[in-house]
């Protein structure tokens, strides 16, 4: 059973990578359901509660609906969410569970759910919580609320039979958590699908030209605007580069943080700014490659505890890597290996302008950043790489 609140048709990366995960297993032989919420990330219509998907049984729990916008709404959804796949499979015939921290708390349930009916679970940590929070200052690191949540964790992670973390910092940095063992701690990095996102020239791809796009240097930011992206940098760049038409910021996605970037852009006259809403799944194959330079940002104190998914849909596209993160983190790690683009240091507006002046001006060092992208994917972060070290996971601790 994997336990996840977002799962396609939600063009939320954690969803898709639940579909992916799951349909890979399916294929390898395994029985998989998966309980998971209804819509609510972007796309609202409703699904059958049971149903079957590429050969995964799809169950959907009632749940309330989140306003991304709203701290409180996500809250009461992921409360609801968790609640519910708890009464859902107390009663129900004792399976593996493959949790994913999304909710974070949904590494308490599966911990209950082992001392109540013994299920063994295995955890996948997509962000390390209540760090995080704390971190962005939500949560005051000896307040209560944190403190709860360290001993529920501790409880949770004491029990596993793995803990499955999506990079080499974030392990260290869960190491050191109360009751982490470190043998649990697994390294699988996420991944994307070469085979369904690639390199499109300008000239075949319709959103291309759909959109305007075929003369600009496309400087593009997919996927959520959430309180830990570093985005205002970006609006920032966009005002010091208004003066060249040749280049666009094109932002596609939704999250906290969105409609004041928009209000920023629009008082300002930004015109060299762009804001689209998600869009269907079936169109990201066009909406990633129809970028030059592909932007991961994270908010400074965060980047070892977060690998933003969009990463690796940017180098499945063969775009160059726009890296506003601190040194230290995954992405410029990835950035720095593979020689796929550049890092700048959040608020540092001056190298990103310093950076788009280099590939506007340099076609041949884009064109090498954009190959090599491309390049780490096929090396390092494929789907069927990931999918043999779930199995080898699953296979020693189920």
């Given amino acids: 059973m994997l336990l996840t609140q977002q799962y396609t048709p939600e063009p939320a990366a954690s969803g898709q990578l639940a579909a992916d995960l799951a349909k890979g297993l399916v ?5 998989v359901t998966v309980y998971t919420a209804q819509p609510s990330y972007s796309v609202r219509t409703r699904r059958d509660r049971s149903e079957i998907e590429d050969g995964v049984q799809v169950r959907r729990v009632i749940s309330v609906r989140a306003d991304r916008h709203r701290t409180l709404s996500r809250l009461l959804s992921a409360g609801s969410f968790c609640l519910s796949v708890l009464g859902r499979l107390a009663f129900s015939r004792r399976s593996s569970l493959l949790v994913f921290s999304n909710p974070p708390m949904l590494l308490w349930v599966a911990w209950v759910l082992n001392r109540m009916r013994g299920f063994p679970y295995t955890l ?13 200052g939500v949560l005051s690191e000896k307040g209560i609320a944190a403190r709860l949540w360290r001993l529920l964790n501790r409880c949770a992670y004491k029990r596993a039979r793995a803990i499955i973390v999506l990079s080499e910092r974030m392990r260290e940095v869960l190491a ?3 009751g982490v063992d470190r043998e649990k701690l697994v390294v699988i990095h996420n991944w994307a699908d070469p085979s369904w996102i690639r390199p499109l020239d300008k000239g075949e791809n319709p959103f291309v030209h759909e959109q305007g796009l075929s003369e600009k240097l496309v400087v593009l930011y997919s996927g959520n605007m959430g309180q830990h992206h570093d985005l205002e940098t970006l609006i920032e760049a966009a005002d010091r580069c208004r003066e060249r038409p040749d280049v666009l910021f094109l932002f596609i996605g939704d999250g906290a943080k969105k409609g004041a970037l928009v209000a920023r852009a629009r008082e300002e006259g930004l015109d060299n700014v762009r804001f689209l809403p998600y869009q269907p799944l079936d169109r990201l194959p066009y909406t990633i490659p129809a970028a030059d330079i592909g932007v991961v940002t994270l908010e400074r104190g965060v980047e070892e505890l977060s690998v933003p998914s969009k990463l690796y849909a940017y180098l499945a596209a063969g775009v160059a890597i726009l890296g506003v993160v601190g040194q ?12 796929c683009g550049f890092r700048v240091d959040q608020m540092d507006v001056t190298s990103v302008v310093e950076a788009l002046e ?3 001006s340099q076609p041949a060092l884009l064109d090498r950043h954009k190959r090599n992208a491309r390049r780490a994917l096929e090396e390092r972060f494929t789907r069927s790489q990931a999918l043999r070290r779930y199995i080898e996971v699953l296979n020693l601790t189920h």
Avoid: M, N
């Avoid at 294929?27 to 029985?31: F, I, K, N, R, V």
């Avoid at 996948?124 to 962005?136: F, G, K, M, N, T």
């Fill in 27 to 31: 294929e390898q032989g395994l029985q």
């Fill in 124 to 136: 996948v940590i997509h962000d390390v919580y209540p760090d995080v929070a704390i971190r962005l």
């Fill in 176 to 178: 050191e958590h109360p």
């Fill in 328 to 339: 230290d983190s995954t992405v410029a790690d990835v950035i720095e290996e593979f020689d």
């Fill in 358 to 360: 280099r590939w506007a």
